[in-house]
């Protein structure tokens, strides 16, 4: 075998849970550790560690992506009461997502991946469709509290100076509950930015979305930004580059997506994005098969698969029995870091490795070899569906005959 690439920054490493973990260490031992001189900062954002560590480590691993600019993220689990009680944890640790989003400040771009065989449920779509979402605020960064009948909630802000702005909310006549949510005027410019530089980049058009018309202050905020900032800095680059920015309200804007062919960037507040993506993903074939990448507005890039931790297979594997669980959005957030990595440290040879994994992971579905999520909603006659291990293996295979 031909010398191993060699690195020379390495990834930030953040390692997951569940059947995603297990997948994790088999896609580097079968794909990668063969070809590269494999050089990562490790961060074990697992459920029990994030637990011991007082979730400590995922402001670790945060702070890494920030000093060495490309991490890797397997999917993790965000607990719930039920997980509190099966992991017996010390606390109901938030999203790890959601803090690294926090951190970076950035915008999480998701893309499909496309393949022979697997034609997208929604007939008019034939090129993918990416969602940029934005990545920090509103219900994932909120404040929430049970309120008992007869009390009354209001907002309240109070200024440097002293004063203070009030306005009721609710008098509460039966017990209900009560959120509070926020943004940032420098986050949602970044945001806009990000959305924008990504769209001149990928030469495609730009659609934006909200619901101002309800939200007249907080959802027009997001709205007013981005116009602002297309007329004053992109609106010639768009021209100039033949594409376009579009703007409209968010229902709109899903009987738009649902009629159009795709080929088009389209962004979204932090849930809109969160929904709209998973429902992109699987109307494309599988939500195993979306790239997904959170790109900050330093230049920073952490690539993570856009699924979560695929619990019902790992109890499964757990019990002894085979699974059949679709690696390919992890291969392809391995890859997606690889490239990176090697554009920025000047080592073509990484992103041509990574271009080569793609590519073998594509060819073996193509040569209908897919796992079991795939193998349902294939069109093609002679498939077949096969388990977590072999199709890592007969991607190997195609992968070692583009390698020698």
């Not at 390495?10 to 059947?19: A, F, I, K, Q, Y």
């Not at 060495?68 to 039920?82: F, M």
């Not at 699974?323 to 392809?332: E, K, L, R, Y």
């Not at 870091?337 to 060819?363: V, Y």
């Amino acid at each position: 075998m031909a010398e191993k690439i060699k690195m020379k920054t390495p990834l930030v490493e953040m390692d997951g849970d569940e059947m995603t973990r297990v997948i994790w260490k088999q896609i580097k031992k079968i794909l990668i550790q063969p070809y590269i001189d494999l050089k990562t900062e490790y961060y074990d954002l697992g459920l029990p560690n994030r637990d011991a560590t007082d979730d400590k480590v995922t402001q670790e691993a945060a702070e890494a992506v920030k000093r060495l600019g490309v991490g890797v993220k397997c999917a993790t689990i965000t607990p719930n009461a039920g997980r509190v009680k099966e992991y017996h944890l010390k606390d109901m640790w938030k999203s790890p997502n959601a803090t690294i989003r926090a951190v970076l400040d950035g915008t999480v771009f998701r893309t499909p991946i496309l393949v022979k065989g697997i034609p997208p449920l929604i007939p008019a779509w034939k090129r993918p469709i990416t969602i940029a979402r934005h990545a920090y605020g509103d219900i994932y960064r909120s404040v929430e509290m049970t309120v008992p009948a007869g009390a009354k909630a209001e907002l309240v802000v109070t200024r440097s100076d002293g004063s203070v702005k009030r306005a009721t909310i609710h008098d509460f006549r039966s017990a209900g509950v009560i959120q509070g949510q926020h943004n940032l005027d420098p986050s949602i410019e970044n945001f806009a930015k990000s959305c924008f530089q990504y769209a001149l980049e990928a030469k495609k058009d730009l659609w934006f979305s909200t619901k101002d018309t309800i939200s007249k202050t907080y959802d027009r905020r997001f709205k007013d930004i981005f116009a602002e900032l297309y007329e004053s800095d992109y609106r010639k680059r768009f021209e100039d580059a033949g594409i376009s920015y579009f703007y409209t309200l968010i229902d709109d804007a899903v009987a738009r997506v649902i009629r159009s062919d795709g080929g088009f960037i389209w962004a979204c507040k932090n849930y809109d994005g969160d929904v709209m993506s998973d429902m992109v993903a699987t109307a494309f074939g599988s939500l195993a098969m979306m790239t997904s990448v959170l790109v900050s507005p330093d230049g920073c890039y952490e690539y993570e698969a856009a699924h979560g931790t695929v619990q019902r297979h790992y109890y499964r594997y757990l019990a002894g029995e085979k699974t059949s669980t679709n690696s390919v959005a992890t291969i392809f957030a391995w890859t997606g870091a690889l490239k990176k990595r090697g554009q920025l440290d000047g080592i073509p040879e990484l992103p041509e490795f990574a271009g080569k994994l793609e590519e073998s992971a594509i060819r073996t579905i193509e040569n209908g070899v897919m796992t079991g999520d795939l193998a349902r909603v294939s069109t093609q006659k002679n498939k077949t569906a096969v388990d977590t291990d072999t199709f890592l293996e007969k991607v190997g295979e195609a992968l070692s005959s583009l390698m020698n």
